[in-house]
Each structure stands twice: as structure tokens, then as C-alpha cells.
């Protein structure tokens, strides 16, 4: 035994002096597990975000189309301007709307999940509310292009029901409509809704899973109808849950580039507007300044979510 411990390797000894170093003291131990995620997170993307961001205090020369690394606010000046804020108006009008539509759609389907699904049917729910995720985002999305073409699913069902004059009315509406469902604000307003919705539905079940059964029972021993329970009962106790799909759905939506480029009309939104400033523009600035928008609708989201109290339940 003496032997063996004589005939150790310094390089032996070294690391058992370090790992005893890092048992007694345990910050140590913490920061060096931390670092390396910490310094991708702050350098790579933090540090890619800000230089970014620090694009937008920059502006163009409107007759060199040269970038004028001088300080300045006139590009987000021209965020202002009537076309940019349309732009900005109209992302976040989709954004909302597609964040109301899923909570719609999911509220009864978490609901259902929640409090009556057991067994084998709770565990197909998670399965088909899942599986949507497992394919690829691009491959769903051209599929709902091909859904909602002329000569797709959804417009030869709405022919053989006899609905084909409602359908052109609905697409001749300017706001909402287009030349077909694949090219219009309610086509892509669908495809968003489709790609989204399992992101509310999860977080509201998990929330509905946590109201009280007794709660329910003693509303309705005391009176109150069906929509007054739900009023009173279950949504503020489900309000948690519908907040964290509310971020989801309204953020992903509002930072999309690709539904919008594939389904959507030829008015910009947001992400589209970006890749044509950096990309066909070349006006960087304003690119930068346009990743601002986002980002500034979001912390006010989250403030507005935070003051309702719904975060402090998550």
C-alpha cells in the first residue's frame, strides 16, 4: 500500500489537489462549469446582437450609398416614415391576431387535456400536439401553400360544399383577402396558426392542470352558470398559462420571415423588410434599426404581461 502510493505520478497528485480544490470550494467549482456557456452567450450572440443594433446609429449617404459611420438618429428617424410604419403596424396587427386565434383554438383542446384526457388518450394528445414539431418547418409551410392554392384541398372542399362564392368574396376584402388563400393575410394568418398553435397549447394545459377540480365544484354548487366559472374560476387561474403561449406565438410571428416570403401577399412585413434592406438595399442601418422594432414591442409586451401578475405565477 505505501508502495503504491510512493510510486504515484506527480500528474496523479496535481489532480487530486485540484478536484479537492474544487470540492471545498464550490464557487469556483460553479464559475468554471458556467464560463464556456456564459462566454458563447455573451460574445457570440450577445456580442453579434449589439454590434448589430450598433449598426442602426449609423446612416446612408443618399447620394454614395455609402454607410456614414457617424452617430446619429436619423435612421430610425425614417422608421417613421409612412411605408416603414406600415410595415411595423402591420406585423404587429398579425402578430396579435394570431396570438388571439391560438388561444382560441388551444383553449378548449388544453382544457379537454386537462381535465377529462387519462391514460392512453393523454398520452395520444401529447402525440399529436407534438407531432407537428417533428417535421421541418419549411416542408409545413410549402404544404400549406399547396393547401391553400386554387387548386388545393382547401379550395376544392370549399367548391364541392358550394362555398366557392364566399370564398371569393372573403378573398376580394382588401385587408384580408388576395388573388387566392395562398398569397393573402388569412393564408398566412392559418399557416401561423398552425405552426404556433401546439406552443399555447402545452403551456395552457400544464396551467389548467393546476386548477383545483374543488374550485370548479364549488362555483357550480353555488350557482354560477358555465360561462361565469369560466370567467372567475378558470381563466385568471389559467392566466399563467395563457401568458407563456402568448409570448411564443406573438414573438414568433413577429420575428417570421419565411411564412410570410412563401404565403403571404406582397405588402413587407418586418423580417421581410430586413432581408431587403441589408440584402437588396444595402442600407444596413435601417435593417438594423427596423431589429429594433421588435425587440422594443417585445420588452413592452413582457412589461405589460408582468404588471397583470401572470408572471410571478409561471
Known sequence: MTG????ASPRDSVSRRVSDALVS??????????????????IIYLGALFALLAQSFFSVDEFSGAVVYAPTLKTYAE?????????IIRTLAISIIVTLLSAVVAFPVAYYAARYARGRVKALFYVAVMMPLWSSYLVKVYAWKLLLAKEGAVGWFMQA???SRALDAWLSIPLVGGPSLSVSYTGMVLTFLYLWTPFMVLPLQAALERVPATLIEASN????????????????????GLVA?????????LGDYIVPQIVGPSSLILGQAVYAQQGTAGNIPLAAAFCVAPILIMGVFLMLAKRTGALDAL
Not at 79 to 87: E, Q, R, S, V, Y
Not at 221 to 240: E, S
Not at 245 to 253: K, P, Q, V
Open 4 to 7: 503504491a502510493l510512493a510510486r
Open 25 to 42: 470550494r464550490r464557487g469556483l467549482l460553479l464559475l468554471l462549469l458556467l464560463a464556456p456557456p456564459l462566454l458563447w452567450l455573451g
Open 161 to 163: 360544399a358550394g362555398l
Open 245 to 253: 403561449g402568448s409570448i411564443f406565438t406573438f414573438s414568433l410571428t
Open 79 to 87: 422608421l417613421f416614415a409612412p411605408a416603414n410604419l406600415d410595415i
Open 221 to 240: 354548487d353555488l350557482g354560477a352558470r358555465p360561462g361565469q366559472t369560466f370567467r372567475h374560476v378558470i381563466l385568471p387561474l389559467a392566466a399563467p
